[in-house]
């Protein structure tokens, strides 16, 4: 007796009556919900894109895009192995109705459409809050981030340019001297009648790579520039260029060391975890995408959030004007140390010392261990500050420096003596002659009074939420969609790529939500009968 299960159906036999592709899909399954609710979308902008009347019949957006969105749910992003599911996967072959679609219209698509690709983002994001899931009371806003298309160790510097620009001029001059010798022979002997003004492969190919070289040269120029300004020598580090995706910078990798990185920036609505908003920079500077980002929510929803919640990079004056002039609460911890909501400093006669007892209570910046800015009083109209042993600390000097990205002036408060001030050790660091000195700028009341709202109970809870809200998509994106690591090249593109990723992100949140509704009302509508 054969031990082994025989196969119910023999590869070789006829079958009488067809199966349906569509009898192989459950009713539940996830691709038909994705299949739904990409119907509902309106695609006369994408359909507007193609001729409509010339070449051989394409295939409707919509199916290239419900391909891509849903091969990135099942954590498929190369578009080869999408074209191998959707020729060999049951789901796929329903999804486009058993098209046989190449890898490279997969390619092409995904980077032509980055316009149309915004508007199904948002007609996702609006379906979800019609349906009461996003609500805009507050939104996290965070930073991660994902490598770039370029090798690690792939990178040039200024000088390093330079060389290779020159040996390719050495190169040039060469083959121009080569070219003219080949000309002033051709001519003699034959007229092949090709104009003797254009460039020959090997020349123009020469051409190009000096022009690609001259670019990558003034992003390093302008590189180095930008880090003298911050204070940091060029000549003992200077800027690396990413070699083959130069619109990424070289920046510190999340699991550490430093490689070619983007910054993807998103927004997150604190109730259902939705992604609101949705931006990529070539840098660090985080805080500089906060308001495109709320601009970008208004446009989508009609409104501005609530409130906004992200981490200390946020809190910068420039940020907390724009967001009141919108009517916008941040809530971001000021780089520095928790200062209590009643402040010892913050007495009725300035001028007098901080009562012994409070001064245990005193503001200390965790950096220098000694007393914060915050433990000296302004007095504005005598545009003078006060140090917690009431001695004047007067106008010195202004001073214009760059700051994360923007050119920030300063206005600097000196004490013209600190001799014999029972706090010095706590003010000063050892062997400093001169007096203490602090400096402020336009934006210095603001923060304040932004600090002390954060200190109060009311504001540290309402920020507790952007912790788990603003990492959560990250991580699922990262794990779950497979994107550690871009697959194109030019900002352009990858904020592209980025926008694909968050609306399958979206997608399937959404998906959830409608079938856990439709779970439900079968339960319900069960047991009424």
Not at 297 to 313: A, K, N, R
């Amino acid at each position: 007796m054969d031990y082994w299960q025989k196969a119910p159906v023999n590869r070789k036999q006829q079958v009488l009556i067809a199966t349906m592709l569509d009898d192989r899909i459950p009713l539940d399954h996830p691709v038909r919900l994705l299949d739904e609710i990409l119907a509902g979308h309106d695609w006369t902008s994408w359909e507007a894109r193609y001729h409509g009347k010339l070449g051989q019949p394409p295939i409707h957006p919509r199916v290239l895009a419900s391909a891509i969105l849903y091969g990135l749910i099942r954590r498929i992003r190369s578009s080869r192995q999408l074209e191998y599911a959707i020729n060999h996967n049951i789901d796929f072959m329903w999804l486009v109705s058993g098209r046989s679609i190449d890898h490279s219209t997969l390619c092409q698509f995904r980077t032509k459409f980055k316009k149309e690709l915004k508007t199904l983002y948002r007609h996702v994001c609006r379906m979800a809050a019609a349906m009461g899931l996003i609500r805009l009371m507050d939104v996290a806003v965070d930073g991660t981030r994902v490598r770039a298309r370029n090798g690690r160790h792939q990178t040039w510097n200024q000088k390093r340019i330079e060389a290779l620009l020159e040996a390719l001029e050495r190169q040039w001059e060469q083959q121009i001297q080569q070219a003219e010798l080949e000309d002033a022979t051709d001519a003699l002997l034959l007229d092949d009648g090709e104009p003797l003004d254009r460039l020959p492969p090997e020349l123009a190919d020469l051409r190009e790579r000096q022009t690609r070289l001259r670019d990558l040269l003034r992003q390093a120029q302008e590189a180095d520039q930008a880090r003298r300004r911050e204070g940091i020598d060029p000549e003992k580090n200077p800027a690396q260029i990413p070699r083959t995706d130069p619109d990424s910078r070289v920046l510190p990798n999340k699991e550490g060391g430093y490689a070619p990185n983007y910054t993807p920036v998103t927004a997150v609505e604190v109730e259902e975890g939705f992604i609101v908003s949705t931006a990529v920079l070539a840098d660090t500077a985080e805080q500089m995408a906060v308001v495109p980002v709320l601009e970008d929510i208004h446009e989508t929803f009609g409104e501005y959030p609530q409130g906004v919640l992200g981490d200390g990079v946020y809190a910068t004056g420039e940020t907390l004007v724009a967001l009141d002039a919108r009517d916008v609460e941040l809530f971001s911890p000021l780089p520095g140390p928790d200062i209590e909501a009643e402040n010892p400093a913050e007495r009725e006669d300035p001028t007098q010392p901080v009562a012994a007892g409070e001064r245990e209570r005193l503001p200390i910046n965790p950096q220098t261990k000694r007393f914060d800015k915050s433990a000296f009083v302004y007095d504005e109209q005598a545009d003078r500050y006060y140090c917690p042993d009431g001695r004047p600390l007067d106008y010195e000097e202004t001073k214009s420096e760059a700051r994360r990205g923007q050119r920030v002036t300063r206005r600097v408060y000196r004490s013209a003596d600190c001799s014999g001030c029972p706090l010095i050790d706590q003010c000063h660091k050892e062997g400093t002659r001169r007096g203490r000195s602090v400096s402020r700028d336009i934006h210095e009341q603001r923060r304040r009074a932004h600090a002390r709202k954060m200190a109060t109970a009311e504001a540290k809870a309402r920020y507790a939420k952007r912790f788990h809200t603003a990492e959560l998509p990250f991580a699922l994106i990262k794990e779950v969609l497979n994107l550690r690591r871009f697959l194109l090249r030019g900002l352009p593109k990858v904020e592209t790529e980025w926008l694909w990723s968050c609306t399958a992100y979206n997608l399937t949140k959404l998906m959830r939500a409608v079938a856990r509704l439709r779970a439900e009302f079968s339960k319900i509508a069960m047991a009424s009968v």
